[in-house]
């Protein structure tokens, strides 16, 4: 399906109406009894709002079919704080307490947890307008908090759960083009609407949803408006259609190919993998090479089940030579994505000396050499200084030792049958990055090799709201002109006054 069609947002197909299973309960099955719960069908459907009025029934929650002033808790699905309110005025009820306005995502988690959870950022409604205007005839409605949506990815949470998608493509194909033209400060402007974007419990579907969110200058809300009226952009259109667009796109997916090669090859007029390969003039690395050699499984994205076969063999190789080490799975996956293009793995150890520290990744390239299970490595030596300050610049490399590789996995490692592998295939070529640091670096290692846009606000929040240094290594105080030590990312975040983002809400 092409993913800049706006097929999602045809109204739905009215069902017809289900009231078997809104019928109350009785008091005795209440177990939470001040919360009085009321689900908005608008945009939710019959079916489905009496599929959750049911099972939130059946874990003792007090859902009202009728809204009353008694009501709590307004729980609404792909409305805005601002939909919400705008109903609220045309019902005749005036509610006389306050009651809080939610996503269904609330109510859903409570179901899942047999109880009430806590209402945070994530769950609240927006209210993009201001409401308290005294010329607005009609009943008043309840004062509501308005909740302010930080510019900043490290104040959101951004689960995987994407309500804007048909925009986010379209403002990650045009970063990525402006990546591709080095056009930096255009490709910051698409990728932090994006961010913004992908952070929204509702789906944006007028102009006027997009009212009070940061990070939407006039081009970006242009293209917004865009895709609302005809369901697709042409700047967009235009992009996917530009043979440069589609050359680097092609190029660099080819693993050592980086923009200043891929830019060599277009400008010496090649199109097509096939004829870069053929070309006998060119040089290509070592990685390249390898790139070509494997590009078929490397371009097919390494799954789950792939990912934690990858994590045993890690984990037997790294015990073998340091059986105290602690090695946890980072990057996409340890945001609880399902798919990612490698496997990073970040591997320290609380016990051994310096040089033991110094020859692991080397020893277990040797030992995964002789099994057979190791199709290309680079070992980039670590040019760690312990006194050096953080670095300022957002995106800059960190300093540990790492591996960059190419993994043979064995077909029979995988406990279940994989879509992407074809009959007959024995193994498949999988990327992994293995990053060591020293112990009392971990957390900060582990923050940034969890990554995502998310990992550079954070650094960009540092540096303008706390007069603070943060990087892979370490996060210094320039007003105390101390370094902040940390044993968990939980430390980093409360040094930093952040609240704490779990990383499947770290997905900017
Ligand atoms: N990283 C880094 N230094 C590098 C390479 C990566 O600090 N030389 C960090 C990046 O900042 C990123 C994280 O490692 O935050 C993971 O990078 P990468 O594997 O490229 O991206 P993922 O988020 O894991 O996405 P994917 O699923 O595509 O792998
Ligand atoms: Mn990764
Ligand atoms: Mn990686």
């Known amino acids: 399906m092409d993913p800049l069609r706006m097929s999602h947002l045809s109204p739905r197909k009215k069902r017809p109406r289900q009231t078997g299973a809104l019928t109350a309960s009785s008091p005795q099955d209440i177990k939470f009894q001040d919360l009085v719960v009321f689900i908005l069908e608008k945009k939710m459907g019959t079916t489905r709002r009496a599929f959750l009025t049911e099972l939130a029934r059946r874990k003792g929650f007090r859902v009202e079919n009728e809204l009353s002033d008694s009501v709590t808790h307004i729980v609404a699905e792909n409305n805005t704080g601002s939909d919400v309110l705008e109903w609220l005025q045309v019902q005749k009820i005036q509610a006389s307490s306050q009651p809080e306005l939610l996503d269904v995502s609330w109510l859903i988690e409570c179901i899942g947890a047999g109880k009430p959870v806590e209402m945070t950022g994530k769950h609240q409604l927006v209210v993009g307008r201001d409401y308290s205007d005294s010329t607005n005839p009609g009943p008043k409605t309840p004062p509501i908090a308005v909740q302010k949506i930080s510019q900043y990815a490290c104040q959101r949470r951004t689960t995987l759960n994407n309500f804007n998608q048909i925009f986010t493509d379209a403002f990650d194909i045009l970063a990525e083009n402006c990546e591709f033209r080095e056009n930096e400060d255009s490709c910051v402007t698409f990728m932090r609407a994006a961010s913004v974007l992908k952070s929204l419990p509702f789906t944006i579907i007028s102009m006027k949803d997009t009212e009070g969110i940061p990070c939407l200058g006039s081009k970006v809300k242009g293209i917004i408006e865009e895709i609302i009226e005809d369901g697709e952009s042409s700047e967009v259109k235009a992009v996917l259609n530009d043979e440069r667009y589609q050359s680097f796109k092609l190029f660099t997916s080819v693993f050592g190919v980086g923009l200043k090669t891929s830019e060599k090859w277009f400008r010496m007029g090649f199109r097509t993998l096939s004829k870069v390969r053929s070309e006998k003039s060119l040089k290509f690395t070592r990685m390249q090479q390898a790139g070509f050699l494997y590009y078929e499984d490397l371009v097919s994205c390494v799954t789950r089940a792939e990912a934690e076969a990858v994590s045993v063999l890690v984990k037997e190789a790294v015990w073998a030579f340091l059986p105290d080490a602690f090695v946890t799975m980072t990057g996409g996956f340890r945001r609880g994505k399902k798919m990612g293009h490698d496997v990073d793995f970040l591997i320290t150890s609380p016990g051994s000396a310096e040089d033991e520290e110094q ?12 099994k057979g299970l190791l199709l290309y490595y680079d070992l980039v030596e670590s040019t760690f200084e312990k006194l050096r300050l953080p670095s ?8 540990f030792q790492k591996c960059f590789l190419i993994f043979k996995l064995p077909r029979q490692r995988l ?22 640091c020293p112990y009392e670096r971990r957390a900060f290692a582990l923050l940034g090799w969890t990554g995502s846009r998310f990992e550079r606000d954070l650094r960009r929040y540092a540096t303008h709201e706390q007069k603070m240094i943060l990087d892979n290594h370490a996060l210094y105080d320039k007003t105390k002109r101390i370094f902040l030590k940390a044993e968990s990312e939980e430390e980093i975040f409360a040094h930093l006054g952040l609240d704490y983002i779990e990383p499947w809400e770290r997905n900017a």
């Open 359 to 370: 020859q692991l990744l080397q020893k277990v390239m040797n030992l995964w050499e002789k």
């Open 392 to 399: 300022r610049k957002v995106d800059a490399l960190d300093h």
């Open 415 to 436: 406990d279940s049958d994989q879509p992407s592998w074809q009959e007959g295939k024995t193994w498949k070529a999988i990327r992994v990055d293995l990053v060591m």
